[in-house]
């Protein structure tokens, strides 16, 4: 069982990242959809909008609160984040909310967990509630649509590739935000697992990278391939049952070494498309949304999300 310190470091942690993470799913959605299927456009609209109200109430419940060692992993608002959406409205003419974001950076967090409330106990535990019940909503929307345009009843600029993407993303938040709300503590297998499935995610953004990128840059399609191949080389390496805790660290390492420089690849095209040096066929807020899962799984790696070490 987790103690209380935990539930809420990790509650916080676990909505901040989620829940913008939904909030930019859904302006992909919402941008690849043509205009006859307003209904859908409008529902991730709706997506959006709850998503933005409870960030909000995450933010309140954060302020004083969330641990600096979570926040300096910056998964939450990367130095891109605020320019990219500006961006993005300005390209597509979509309204996102900026004034969230900057309020996000205005989070004051502190060097050791404070002793929660009961109260905030309870506040918390309804967030979580509520936000399970918003990302399951979002889940199986998500799956309609993906449904429909398998049998060609949508079309999307997007691809299922991206729609399977996001489910299994939302997914990992709806178990890990159950997991906590009962208090259920974690241990290395879990956070192996975690790793495993953040590998598959590592290459589906490789696939992204090359897929969306102008054909004329061949060097980044290249160099978006020969990262698909690194994490599908992970991959096999995760899904051997018989590794022992001492291959397990030396994994983790391998993983840790190859996150970091594909961080480095995808941060370098991030500031290309601000630079206005590179294009993609997607909004640029696509790449920072993106970005953060790489940041995730760094520190996932390092230990410094769950604190937990392996065996």
Known sequence: MINDTLFVQQSLTDNLFYLRTIRDFTVNIELSLPVKYQSYIDTARDFRKRCDEYLKKTFE?????????????????????????????????????????EEEGTIKTVDTAPSPTEEQLITIQKLNEDAIILATNFFDFVSSLLNEMITQETFSYSYPLFYNFILREIGLYINDLTRINEKTSIDPI???????????????????????????????????????QRFDELLDEYNNENI???????LSQIALATVQEFQDFLETIIQNILDKELYFIVEPLFWDNLYTFILYFNYLLQGVIYNVKKA
Request: proline letters at 3%; charged letters at 20%.
């Open 190 to 228: 879990f956070v192996l697992g975690y790793e495993s499935r953040y590998s598959l995610s590592m290459k589906n953004i490789a696939q992204f990278i090359g897929g969306l990128a102008d054909p004329s840059q061949e060097a980044i399609i290249q160099k978006a391939r020969e990262f698909e």
């Open 61 to 101: 419940l954060s302020n004083n609160t969330l641990l600096t060692d979570f926040w300096d992993t910056g998964i939450f608002v990367t130095p891109y984040t605020l320019d990219t959406e500006l961006l993005t409205e300005k390209l597509f003419g979509i309204d996102l909310d900026t004034v969230l974001t």
């Open 244 to 250: 022992d805790p001492a291959f397990q660290n030396e």
